[in-house]
């Protein structure tokens, strides 16, 4: 697992979320649609659905215990990297 440093502490990512990442800081308004992370990711993979939703939970506990960023879902559609919203 690789250390990636985004905030308070670095966070220990497995290869596949820092691959998300990498695409999350990447993509325009850090905005990735679900069939884009699938091709990338999963490229082989007939329905990666579960395999996505499993990896998007795991990432958004790392960050969410490590980090002042979130993952916000539009159901089934997209998803986007975010900070956090200061109180």
């Known amino acids: 697992a690789a250390a990636l440093q985004i905030a ?10 820092e691959q998300l990442m ?3 800081m990447k993509a325009p308004g850090h905005r990735l ?4 992370i699938c091709d990338a990711l ?3 993979k007939e329905n990666a659905a579960e ?4 990896t998007i939970r795991r990432l958004r506990n790392e960050l969410h215990a490590s980090s002042d960023w979130e993952i916000e879902s539009e159901r089934g ?3 986007e ?5 200061q109180a």
């Open 42 to 44: 999963w490229p082989n």
């Open 33 to 36: 649609t679900k069939q884009e």
């Open 22 to 24: 990498d695409m999350f």
């Open 81 to 85: 990297l975010k900070r956090k919203q």
């Open 8 to 17: 308070v502490m670095p966070l220990d990512l497995t290869p596949m979320h």
């Open 77 to 79: 559609k997209s998803y």
């Open 51 to 54: 395999t996505l939703y499993t």
